[in-house]
């Protein structure tokens, strides 16, 4: 089983962009999926989560009204919309489903003028 992250790059304050996560050797569409985000020299914290339907999704306080999580489990893929990108957005992103213990690879994003 693995997550592969991808959609990262290096985006002016006020931009947006899109995260992408695609599951495999599992039953993507039975479980909980998140993001979570580590900057330089600090702790890993979780950004947003989802369930297996969609029906909730929670957010961090940080990114709440900007980032949007959603899914599509025809596609094993869960996204992260990211808008109104800020300096402090600055991380890598992990997408990841904590009770199977799977971790992406990371994707780098970075919000700088």
């Known amino acids: 089983a693995r997550l592969e992250e991808s959609g990262g790059a290096w985006v002016q304050p006020g931009g947006s962009l899109r995260l992408s996560c695609v599951g495999s050797?599992?039953?993507?569409?039975?479980?909980?999926m998140s993001w979570d985000r580590q900057a330089p020299g600090k702790e890993r914290e979780s950004v947003a989560n989802?369930?297996?339907?969609?029906?909730?999704?929670k957010y961090s306080p940080s990114v709440k009204g900007r980032f949007t999580i959603s899914r599509d489990n025809d596609k094993d893929t869960v996204y992260l919309q990211m808008n109104n990108l800020k300096p402090e957005d600055t991380a890598v992103y992990y997408c990841?489903?904590?009770?199977?213990?799977?971790w992406g690879q990371g994707t780098q994003v970075t919000v700088s003028s």
């Open positions: 989802i369930t297996s339907r969609s029906s909730d999704k």
């Open positions: 990841n489903q904590k009770m199977l213990g799977l």
């Open positions: 050797g599992f039953t993507f569409g039975f479980y909980q």
